[in-house]
């Protein structure tokens, strides 16, 4: 398969899918991503209390997800919202990954909070706000966990691919690639879902797909919808915002489903998750490239 897309990719070599490297798949202790398996990826925007992350967790574990989201550093448009409980935050998510067995994602926006970071996380986040931020995903090469780099709202694909070759070639090879929604003329939602981003970032790289289709949307009955439509794609899971009570969430709350609307939408997602193991999912990647 050609690594190039129409030839105009070329700063990303080490990211790049080749014959010879088909995918990466990022091992987290038992959870296989970029594999077989479909990853969702699901909690509150923020982490904000003991209770609401104990509550989220255990729920959205019962549902299928099989990894924790919650971040403890919150990079906010405004300096007037709430910014995270910080280290307090992350002993909290620990506690989490402790009760239910999941496994733990979290943002990190400076290079002097990695080490903290990668001491309670399973995978480290790069929101879409750093995806350009060098410094730190020069250290974060060095943190000897998996990264989820998320897209920035202004990045191309071939910006992030960058971004992720900045990782990799830093030293560290286990790089989860997140579409999150990109800045465009439209209001109805709060970014716009790149839904082609997923199979065209399957095509050309080797790295595992995660789509947001929280961040994107910005309201919560679109979520689901959105949901669906990543794993039609290629996907190869989910990231999802999910608060025990969204109307008295820190942050995010309007896109945040409910513990009962999660489960829902896990159960919706299913008959579409078989068509993509009965081979589908390959046949629509490989199809769109030539
Ligand atoms: C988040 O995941 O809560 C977040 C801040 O996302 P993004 O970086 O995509 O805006
Ligand atoms: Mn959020």
């Given at each position: 398969m050609n690594a190039r897309w129409n030839g105009q990719y070329s700063c990303f070599d080490l990211v790049a899918r080749t014959p010879e490297r088909p995918r990466t798949v990022v091992q987290v202790g038992d959870i296989a991503i970029g594999g077989d398996d479909f990853v969702v990826m699901a909690g509150p925007?923020?982490?904000?209390s003991e209770q609401q992350v104990l509550d989220t967790a255990m729920s959205v574990a019962a549902a299928g997800a099989r990894i924790l989201r919650g971040g403890a550093y919150k990079p906010r448009?405004?300096?007037?919202s709430f910014q995270g409980l910080g280290v307090e935050g992350l002993k909290i998510l620990a506690k989490a990954r402790e009760y239910t067995g999941l496994a733990v994602i979290t943002e990190v926006m400076s290079e002097t909070d990695v080490e903290v970071v990668a001491e309670y996380a399973d995978i480290m986040q790069v929101g879409a706000r750093s995806m350009e931020n060098y410094s730190l995903l020069e250290r974060l090469g060095r943190c000897g966990r998996p990264v989820l780099l998320k897209r920035g709202m202004t990045a191309t694909l071939e910006d992030l691919l960058c971004s992720a070759q900045f990782l990799v070639a830093a030293g560290n090879p286990e790089v989860i690639l997140c579409e999150r929604g990109i800045r465009t003329f439209?209001?109805?939602?709060?970014?716009?879902?790149?839904?082609a981003a997923v199979p065209v970032l399957k095509t050309v790289s080797h790295l595992p797909v995660i789509a947001d289709p929280s961040h994107a949307a910005g309201?919560?009955?679109l979520v689901p919808i959105l949901a669906r439509a990543a794993v039609v794609v290629g996907a190869d899971g989910l990231l999802v915002e999910v608060h025990p009570q969204p109307e008295k969430a820190a942050s995010d709350g309007e896109q945040s489903l409910t513990l009962g609307q999660f489960d829902a939408m896990m159960g919706d997602l299913a008959p579409y998750l078989s068509l993509r193991s009965s081979g589908e999912r390959e046949c629509a990647v490989v199809g769109g490239v030539s």
């Open positions: 925007c923020a982490v904000e448009s405004s300096p007037y439209e209001t109805a939602t709060r970014n716009t879902f790149d839904v309201v919560r009955v």
